[in-house]
């Protein structure tokens, strides 16, 4: 395992998957190339994000998506969605920890659909909002 870190947040990366930053955005991807994990972090420059604000963000961002879910990833709590769109496989996640809010996506090839499901799980399980 190694670990990736950010200004925000940290997360354990097994080392099957590889992370790199493009623009504002942490892409990791297991070395099968089989999906990938995008993740965008926004802050609030005063207060923190509340639990209805991040469900509305996602449903503002997200129209299309009907069926939103409670969900906790380590140090982070928001919602869940999982959907497909023009022959991908995708999942989101609006998550806040405080002052921190994140947009994870994973996508794949809809015909691979679930087969990181357990692994991207794991990974995610592991986020952590990184120490003042």
């Known amino acids: 395992m190694h670990i990736i870190e950010t200004d925000r947040w940290v997360m354990m990366l097994p080392p099957e ?3 790199e930053e493009d623009e504002d955005t942490i892409v990791i991807a297991d ?3 089989v999906g990938c994990i995008e993740i965008s972090t926004i802050c609030k420059e005063q207060g923190d994000f509340g639990s209805e ?3 509305a963000l996602a ?3 997200s129209p299309d998506v009907c069926a939103w879910q409670s969900a906790t990833l380590g140090g982070f709590t928001g ?3 999982s959907f497909t769109e023009e022959q991908a ?3 989101e996640w609006y998550v806040a920890s405080g002052s921190v809010l994140l947009f ?3 996508s794949c090839d ?3 659909g679930g087969m990181d499901d357990a692994a991207v799980d794991e990974i995610l399980a592991t986020l952590l909002p990184a120490a003042d």
């Open 17 to 19: 998957w590889l992370a």
């Open 31 to 33: 070395r099968d190339e």
């Open 53 to 55: 604000e991040v469900s």
């Open 59 to 61: 449903r503002s961002e």
């Open 79 to 81: 919602c869940y969605a």
């Open 89 to 91: 496989a995708i999942r």
């Open 104 to 106: 994870i996506t994973y």
């Open 110 to 112: 809809q015909d691979n």
